[in-house]
Structures are given as structure tokens and as C-alpha cells.
């Protein structure tokens, strides 16, 4: 599994993903349109989030594809009811928005699932501790 955590600055991310656009690498192709299509189809309260995501994603992808850990990267869509995940991909993805930043968590084996928080109340924290951790 792997963690990927970014603020929230949409202008630098704005620029980087112009760039990424720019791109003809054939094996992010697929990847590049749908980021573009992912940006464009969101209103003006989620463009910043969803810029953010775009690069974050695919500097991860990209990061990971290097290093031999996946072979495809296929395209980001989203499911039944709104999980994103790469079709013809080679890896599981979760997002998770704070208001300060954006959480991807990427695994190549089982689906994943990634949650940030900005605060959490200490009794809020021992529920989720108990339902989601192990002792060991």
C-alpha cells in the first residue's frame, strides 16, 4: 500500500496539470483524458479538490510506474455510487478530502480505503480506533 497526502493550492496545480495535459505519453493516455474530463466536470466549490486530485494522482501513478510497482494506469472513473477507481488499471485507489488537503492511498493487491480528518473528538477517535485497528 502506498500514501500520498497534498495540500490544497490549486493555482500550482492548475499550472502542473496544463502541463500534464501537454503530454502525449501513450501509457498515461488513457489517464490524461480522463483527468481532464474529471476537472472539467466539476462545478467551481470541488474545482480546487478535484485539481489537487488530478496531480496527486498522477505524479503517484506515474512514481509508481517508474519503479516497476504497476504496469498499467488506465483511467479514472468513478462507480455505482461515486468510488473512484482505475479502469484498466493495475491498482486500487481510495481519496479522501480534508479541508485542508487530499489523501490518495493506492494498492496493487485488495481494494483500499484512505480517511483523513482535520479534527476528531478523543471519544469519536476511541470508537473508530476499536472498529478499525487491530490490537497488535
Known amino acids: 500500500m502506498y500514501l500520498f497526502l497534498s495540500d490544497k493550492s490549486a493555482e500550482e ?4 496539470l496544463e502541463k500534464i495535459k501537454s503530454q502525449k505519453e501513450d501509457g498515461y493516455k488513457a489517464l490524461i483524458e480522463s483527468l481532464s474530463d474529471y476537472v472539467s466536470s466539476s ?6 479538490e478535484k485539481l489537487v486530485t488530478s496531480t496527486l494522482l498522477y505524479t503517484a501513478l506515474c512514481y509508481l510506474k517508474n519503479r516497476g510497482e504497476i504496469e498499467n494506469v488506465g483511467a479514472l472513473k468513478k462507480g455505482e455510487h461515486g468510488k473512484p477507481y ?3 488499471g493495475d491498482a486500487k485507489i481510495s481519496i ?3 479541508d485542508d488537503g487530499v489523501a490518495l492511498a493506492i494498492s496493487k493487491d485488495r481494494e483500499i480505503g484512505v480517511d483523513i480528518e482535520n479534527e476528531i473528538d478523543p471519544e469519536r477517535a476511541k470508537r473508530l480506533e476499536k472498529r478499525f485497528f ?3
Open 13 to 16: 496545480e492548475s499550472l502542473l
Open 43 to 48: 462545478g467551481k466549490k470541488n474545482l480546487e
Open 86 to 88: 482505475l479502469e484498466g
Open 96 to 98: 479522501s478530502y480534508s
Open 134 to 136: 487491530r490490537e497488535e
